[in-house]
Nanobody, 125 residues
Framework: QWQLVESGGGLVQPGGFLRLSCAPSGFTVDAYAIGWFRQAPGKEREGVSC????????AYVNSAKDHFTISRDAAANTVYLQMHRLKPEDTAVYYC??????????????????WGQGTQVTVSS
C-alpha cells in the first residue's frame, strides 16, 4: 500500500526550531513531487512548500519563504521541512502530500495523489 508517513511534530516555544520528516512507503521520493500543507484550528488547509521529484524545483507560499526550508534525501527516501523561528500562528496539523509536479497547481490541492496522516505542531510558551 502506497502511503506517506510524517514524523517530527511536537510542542516548541516561540522562536524555536522543528524538523518534520515525510517518508513515502511503497514508492520513492523520485516518483512524485512531495510537499507540505498545514491546517490550523478553525481554518482551511493551506499549502506550505513543495519539492520536485528530482529536487531541482522548490516552491514556497509567501508566508513560508522566510522561515521554512524544504529538502529531500533520496538515499533516506525522505523529504524534510525545517521550520525556524516558529511563531504561535504556525500552530497547525502539518500534512505531507504527493503529486506529479511541484508548481502552483500543487498548492490548490486538486492534483494531490497521496496524503499523509498529519503531525501536530504546537508553538506555545
Amino acid at each position: 500500500q502506497w502511503q506517506l508517513v510524517e514524523s517530527g511534530g511536537g510542542l516548541v516555544q516561540p522562536g524555536g526550531f522543528l524538523r518534520l520528516s515525510c517518508a513515502p512507503s511503497g514508492f520513492t521520493v523520485d516518483a512524485y513531487a512531495i510537499g507540505w500543507f498545514r491546517q490550523a484550528p478553525g481554518k482551511e488547509r493551506e499549502g506550505v512548500s513543495c519539492i520536485s521529484r528530482r529536487g531541482d524545483r522548490i516552491a514556497y507560499v509567501n508566508s513560508a519563504k522566510d522561515h521554512f526550508t524544504i529538502s529531500r534525501d533520496a538515499a533516506a527516501n525522505t523529504v524534510y521541512l525545517q521550520m525556524h523561528r516558529l511563531k504561535p500562528e504556525d500552530t497547525a496539523v502539518y500534512y505531507c502530500a504527493a503529486a506529479d509536479i511541484c508548481s502552483n497547481r500543487f498548492f490548490d490541492q486538486t492534483s494531490i495523489a497521496f496524503w499523509g496522516q498529519g503531525t501536530q505542531v504546537t508553538v506555545s510558551s
